[in-house]
């Protein structure tokens, strides 16, 4: 248990596909993140929460779309993926913005067709 | 320049060895290093943190930290084949953390 998780846990889409990928943390933490990790490339932070407002988003492609909602779930919206967006894509948290991220997600692997 | 270099290896080690890991990073104004472990498909784990020169013990794990040189170190000593996983390096940089590609640990029993 890892205290973050992630639905769902694979993700094959068409290039044309919506598609949402959901986190859900119960730590209390105030901070959430979602990364991208890309075979052979380091860890890419996309965008930052906290306290449910978005305080960083990293030159991220508008197809990529986060929502926090309230300070336990953040959602990624997908639209009009490409290839290479194929990747794991992982939410994490931390007490608060200051902090390394402390509890990952087991992330969604999403496939681009 | 990467940002931070790490062999990817993979890093072979009998039972029981000391299997050293080594990252190198490029900001000097950085002040705050981190360790993850990732096993095969499943998330990172922090599992070190060090902010000062010199050694950082924590059980089997040491840290170690050369400002100076930019470098960063984590030692494992009595290695066990349930070690082998990927370690990832991380510093606190650019306002964010910033990750190596990790090394690949293999441990033999």
């Known amino acids: 248990e890892t205290g973050v998780t992630q639905t769902p846990r694979h993700l094959v889409m068409g290039m044309t596909n919506k598609k949402s990928l959901k986190c859900e943390q119960h730590l209390g933490h105030n901070a959430m993140y979602w990364y991208k990790q890309s075979a052979k490339k380091p860890l890419e932070l996309m965008f930052v929460?906290?306290?449910?407002?978005?305080?960083e988003n990293n030159s991220v492609p508008s197809r990529f779309s986060p929502e926090c909602p309230n300070s336990s779930h953040l959602f990624l919206h997908l639209h009009t993926l490409q290839p290479e967006d194929s990747a794991l894509y992982l939410c994490?948290?931390?007490?608060?913005?200051?902090?390394?991220?402390?509890?990952f997600g087991d992330g969604t692997r999403l496939s681009i067709l | 320049q990467k940002e931070v270099e790490q062999n990817s290896g993979p890093l072979s080690v009998p039972e029981g060895a000391i299997a050293s890991l080594n990252c190198t990073y490029s900001?000097?104004?950085?002040?705050?290093f981190f360790w993850y472990r990732q096993y095969s498909g499943k998330s990172p784990e922090l599992i070190m943190s060090i902010y000062s020169n010199g050694d950082k013990e924590d059980g089997r794990f040491t840290a170690q930290l050369n400002k100076a040189s930019q470098y960063v170190s984590l030692l494992i000593r009595d290695s066990q084949p349930s070690d082998s996983a990927t370690y990832l390096c991380a510093f606190e940089g650019f306002q964010k953390l910033v990750f190596g590609t990790g090394t690949r640990l293999l441990v033999s029993p």
């Open positions: 994490a948290s931390s007490q608060d913005r200051g902090w390394q991220p402390q509890h």
């Open positions: 900001d000097r104004g950085s002040q705050s």
């Open positions: 929460y906290s306290l449910e407002e978005r305080v």
